[in-house]
């Protein structure tokens, strides 16, 4: 892989929605290409927020009803 990963990319790689021969090149390019493993970092770190705040929210939803209860 001569270019950048691009970002559909790096979300499916991160999110492992790819076969496993696109996993072992985006791979081999991540450990080749510091600007590509530096977006897939924050990528990364995004995809982590965005799962806390939707575990903080299952969690938030389930105390309310059962308060209420």
Do not use: V
């Amino acid at each position: 892989m001569d270019e950048h990963i691009d970002e559909e990319q790096l979300e499916s790689a991160l999110l492992r929605r790819c076969t496993p021969d696109q996993m072992t090149e985006i791979q081999a390019h991540l450990a080749e290409c510091a600007l590509c493993s530096q977006r897939a970092e924050k990528l990364r770190e995004y995809i982590d927020h965005l799962r806390a705040a939707i575990i903080a929210e299952e969690i938030d939803k389930g105390s309310t009803s059962n308060s209420s209860t």
